[in-house]
C-alpha cells in the first residue's frame, strides 16, 4: 500500500512541476510577444524623445520583463568542479 502511496504523490508532484513549467512558458511567450509588438512605440514614445524619469522606468521595466523572459528559455547548467 505505501508503495502506491509514494507513487500517486510522485505522479502528483511531476503534474505538479509540469503544470508549473507550462505557466511560466506561456506566460514568457505571452510577455515576449507583447514585447515584439509593442517596440514600435516605445521607439517612438522613450527612445526618440527627451530623457525623462517616465521614460527612463518605461525602458528599465520593459528591457528587465524581456530578459526575464529570456533567461526562462535558457537551460541550467551545473558547475562541475
Known amino acids: 500500500m505505501s508503495a502506491d502511496g509514494s507513487l500517486a504523490e510522485v505522479i502528483a508532484g511531476l503534474n505538479a512541476e509540469f503544470v508549473a513549467n507550462c505557466e511560466g512558458y506561456a506566460l514568457a511567450a505571452l510577455c515576449m510577444h507583447e514585447f515584439i509588438i509593442n517596440l514600435d512605440l516605445e521607439v517612438i514614445t522613450a ?3 527627451k530623457k525623462t524619469a517616465t521614460s527612463i522606468l518605461l525602458i528599465s521595466v520593459r528591457w528587465t520583463l524581456f530578459l526575464n523572459s529570456i533567461l526562462l ?7 562541475k568542479g
Open 47 to 49: 527612445w526618440q524623445r
Open 73 to 79: 528559455f535558457t537551460p541550467a547548467t551545473t558547475h
